[in-house]
């Protein structure tokens, strides 16, 4: 279960490494796996200081505000046919405003 402020991994090649979530898309209070959300990126992948650049090649920045689906959570997610899902860690990935995978 995803609420507000927690720490995510994204799991695409946007260059965000570590993303925070900001707002849960719907009526909802918390996401679980395949629900939208919007997240704030809080650290990107490659960069060797916190006031350096990263790559040329990242298609984000840190601060940025993107839309995300989440892929893999924590807490148990239990299937129709009887079987439980558990990841080790919260994931998402990063996409458009109108879900479409951009990186």
């Given at each position: 279960?995803?609420q507000?402020?927690?720490?995510?991994?994204?799991?695409?090649?946007?260059?965000?490494?570590?993303?925070?979530?900001?707002?849960?898309?719907?009526?909802?209070?918390?996401?679980?796996?395949?629900?939208?959300?919007?997240?704030?990126?809080?650290?990107?992948?490659?960069?060797?200081?916190?006031g350096?650049?990263?790559?040329?090649?990242?298609?984000?920045?840190?601060?940025?505000?993107?839309?995300?689906?989440?892929?893999?959570t924590?807490?148990?997610?239990?299937?129709?046919?009887?079987?439980?899902?558990?990841f080790?860690?919260n994931a998402?990935?990063?996409?458009?405003?109108?879900?479409d995978?951009?990186?």
């Open positions: 279960m995803i507000l402020k927690t720490m995510l991994n994204c799991i695409d090649n946007s260059g965000a490494a570590i993303v925070e979530c900001a707002q849960i898309i719907g009526q909802k209070r918390h996401a679980s796996i395949g629900d939208r959300i919007v997240v704030v990126v809080q650290k990107q992948r490659g960069a060797l200081a916190e350096m650049a990263a790559s040329s090649g990242a298609k984000v920045k840190r601060g940025d505000i993107r839309h995300a689906i989440v892929v893999r924590r807490y148990k997610v239990q299937r129709r046919d009887g079987s439980v899902i558990k080790d860690d998402t990935v990063i996409t458009s405003k109108f879900t995978y951009l990186y």
